[in-house]
């Protein structure tokens, strides 16, 4: 392959599985790829705007050091009725460790895409603070609340626009990659069973019982905000409730799925990295080095089979 193709990044929405783009980010840059333009939607605007800014490295140290325990200490859960997170202690932290960022100032065009509420408008963000465009663009409806900017309510730009392939059109670049992480399942192996199977699993915390207490406190802290008590009479209504909300979620993910697909025939990207919604919850960012990995293995089988097309042709 010729050193030195620029290509056009579409990173998709997928939660804590959106830290697989930083592995394929790496796997373009080793492969001689030049990354030239990027559209992002929830974490791939996140991780988009960060690999831009210059600083996936920091980040990508600091998410793979990340516990279950820290990761629930960095919910900052709310009591209102728009979600159960805040999602302002997560951004604050990251300020912390890597400055104040501004967008306007990349050298690589940049694209976060949000959805405004009021006027059910898909949002294109090219200018601001990087980490109040990544909290827009990433406000999962029911989980995380709403964010004000200017006059506009917005949320999860995966609401209408899970893969953004529209901002890079017209393609400036040799090639346009979109990075699907709500991919069809099917023949896939995830890396953690890879893991297990070859004895080489020291990406996976054996700590069981650090998992359970993880879940059950999640799940409390969610039964706490949808106002529920312990008593056997109100089980049923429990049950039913949590089942209601994860029929919605199902739904939307069913939505999502769906929508990737469509763009993906619509805009016919030169390469499609496919990571499938399996790999991982929305909220597993303590397996990072895992969805990392995630990342760098679809990578790398989406640009053989481009290779091997090139060859063909």
């Known amino acids: ?52 800014a210059g600083k996936l490295d920091v980040f990508e140290d600091w998410m793979s050091k990340l516990t279950r325990r820290e990761t629930l200490r960095l919910m900052d859960f709310t009591m209102s009725t728009q979600g159960v997170l805040k999602g302002q202690k997560v951004l604050e932290h990251l300020k912390t460790i890597l400055g104040e960022i501004r967008i306007e100032d990349f050298d690589i065009p940049y694209t976060a895409i949000a ?19 990544i909290r827009a663009s990433s406000s999962i409806p ?33 090639l346009v990659v979109a990075v699907n992480i709500n991919a069809n399942a099917e ?8 893991l297990l199977s070859s004895g080489l699993d020291k990406l996976i915390d054996p700590n069981e019982e650090e998992t359970m207490a993880y879940t059950s406190r999640m799940v409390n802290s ?23 909300l994860g029929m919605l979620n199902k ?28 790999v991982g919850a929305t909220l597993e960012f303590y397996r990072a080095k895992e969805m990392v990995e995630e990342g760098r293995i679809a990578a790398k ?13």
């Open 115 to 133: 959805t405004d509420v009021r006027t059910k408008e898909e949002i294109w963000m090219r200018t601001g603070d990087l980490y109040t465009v």
């Open 142 to 174: 029911t989980l995380m609340m709403p964010s004000k900017l200017n006059e506009r309510l917005l949320i999860d730009g995966g609401v209408l626009n899970p893969l953004p392939l529209e901002p890079l059109m017209p393609k400036i670049t040799d």
């Open 187 to 194: 023949n896939h192996v995830r890396h953690r069973e890879v």
């Open 251 to 278: 739904t939307y993910d069913f939505m999502q799925d769906r929508m990737c697909e469509q763009s993906i025939e619509i805009h016919k990207p030169d390469i499609v990295v496919n990571i499938p919604r399996t």
């Open 1 to 52: 392959m010729e050193r030195g193709i620029s290509v056009s990044l579409a990173l998709g929405s997928g939660g804590a599985r959106g830290l697989a783009h930083i592995g394929v980010i790496q796997v373009l840059k080793e492969e001689g790829f030049t990354i030239g333009n990027i559209a992002g939607t929830s974490m791939g605007a996140c991780v988009g705007g960060i690999y831009c």
């Open 301 to 313: 089988k989406a640009i053989a089979n481009w290779k091997l097309k090139q060859l063909v042709q």
């Open 222 to 244: 969610v039964k706490g905000w949808l106002n529920m008590t312990k008593s056997p009479e109100v089980d049923a209504v429990q049950e039913s409730t949590l089942n209601y």
